[in-house]
């Protein structure tokens, strides 16, 4: 079944993790035996290969560049403009892998549909098994390209409203303007607050753009003052439910409620601190807690129930942000195994339009009328 994953952060990996996602998983880990500059050496569960074998046909990937002031702790670019300078380095690397045929890139709803049709016909003429592990014979070779659809995730790196104007250019159609906080424009997880007078800046001039707002990582005074001040299309790429796993970084009941009334959809992450309670990062192990990939499934479900139903659930891995096996359900071994997570819901009940719509269709639906013609 074609599964669209809803954040990656593909080109992140590919410069500062100096990943070469074209290269079979095994490879990528082994060349990375003896590192200890990132928490995930070694560990990595994302490429292209993996994608492929998983079904995965469509992502939403990133550009992702913090600036951080004098006192910030956070890792970070020291000016707007480096910040600037990277993500289009990040560009580079994603046109980089379109002419190699490795990517292709969606800014429109035609070349949606193009690419929906493209995966749908791939998937049927060898279709990934959904038996608990995927086929490795399946979609290596001689399959289609991953089509994904650019977005910005923390908005240090747009200069001014020209360069926003500029990045829509080149493909931009999401932008969460919040990452880890405090940032320029918004102030994020781990921070409090609302908007600066720049951030509502920001939501206008993405208004008048016809962008996407990814609400994830917003703090709970901006995610409602966002609701109340966008007008266009809202989906949280990246979020769990805190009422499974307490923190300000997952959306409580009510916001999932609100997102759901507003029409959006709802990624559910793997990032293990998301997902379950009490997480302590580089301390706490999946196999500690007994963390498996039906945890995911909960989420989804909880986002459900709340909704009333299966419309506003989707899947927004995050599986390379910064963390890789340590930090992930324990039976997970790569990407691919997203290709389980339709078989998870049909054992709890779901129809198998349900399950589809979870799998793709919601975003594609979504994003069918969110993308310009
Ligand atoms: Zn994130």
Redesign the pocket.
Known sequence: MLILDA?L?LSMNALEWNRDLTRPIEEIREREQGLADKPDRGRGVVCFPEMRRGGIGICVA?Q?ARYVKRANPLPGWHSPEQAWAQTQGQLAWYRAMEERGELVQIKTRGELQKQVELWNGALVSKPARLDGHADRAGLETGAPPIGYILSL?GADSILSFKHLEQAYEQGLRAL?PA?YGPGLYAQG?DATGKFPARGRELLREMDRLGMILDV??LTDEEFWEALELYQGPIWA??SDCRALAPHQRQLNDDQIKALAERGAVIGA?L?AWMMVPNWVRQKTTPQAVGLKLEKLVEHIDHACQLAGSARHSGIGS?LD?GFGREQAPMDLETIADLSRIPDMLKARGYSDGDIRAIAHGNFLTFLNSALPQ
Request: net charge negative; no cysteine.
């Open positions: 954040h952060d990133t992702i995730e969460g990452h997880t994830t990582h790429s990246h992450a990032d995050d942000g």
